[in-house]
Structure formats: C-alpha cells, structure tokens
C-alpha cells in the first residue's frame, strides 16, 4: 500500500505560480513513475506530468514550458512548479505512484484544488 499525500493548493490571479508538493508513503519501491493528473468539473482526468525514478520526465503538450516536475527520490516527494497560470488550468489536481512489474500498482492523492482567477 502506498499514501499519497499533497499539498499546495489554492486560489492564484492568472499569470501567478503555485507550487504543489506529493509525499510518498508505505511501500514503495522501483523503478516507479510518479506525477501530477487533473481534473476540471465534466471533463475527464488527463496527464500535467510524470517523471520516473530514473528521471525521465513527460508533460502534456499545453503544460510544456509553464510546468516543471521533479522528485526527491530520498523524501519520496513528488513537486509540480506551475508558472504562467491560466483559467483553463483551474482543476483538481492529483498525484500519482504507478508501478507495474508483475502486477499493476496505482495508487492516487486525495485531491488539491487549483483555481485560477481573478
């Protein structure tokens, strides 16, 4: 079992910065890959980013030069920098700890909303 714990969340103007921070706990072990989904209201939850326990590093294609994802593999910690934020960046974002070696572990964060507004 693995606890995802986030933080970081809340109201930003556009073109503010929120940084939002994951904490792993439990069993986890690698290679792994952790990273940041969202989900605005009636739409479907899809990929901000993921970065693996080796390092390689993927973002979706509207959150390329705004968002930046990195990892303290020693803390178990996952952290998304957002910069540039836009209305349509408002959601619930959430963190993931996804392995897959034999069976497939997926685990998911509670939740922390981002909203971005005036």
């Known amino acids: 079992q693995v606890q995802l714990v986030e933080s970081g969340g809340g109201l930003v103007q556009p073109g503010g910065s929120l940084r939002l921070s994951c904490a792993a706990s439990g069993y986890i072990f690698s290679p792994n890959t952790m990273g940041w989904y969202r989900q605005a209201p009636g739409k479907q939850r899809e990929l901000v980013a993921t970065?693996?326990?080796?390092?390689?590093?993927t973002y979706a294609d509207s959150m390329k030069g705004r968002f930046t994802i990195s990892r303290d593999n020693v803390k178990n910690t996952v952290y998304l920098q957002m910069n540039s934020l836009t209305p349509e960046d408002t959601a619930v974002y959430f963190c993931n700890y996804h392995r897959a070696v034999g069976s497939v572990h997926d685990y998911w964060g509670q939740g922390t909303q981002v909203t971005v507004s005036s």
């Open positions: 970065r693996t326990s080796g390092g390689t590093t």
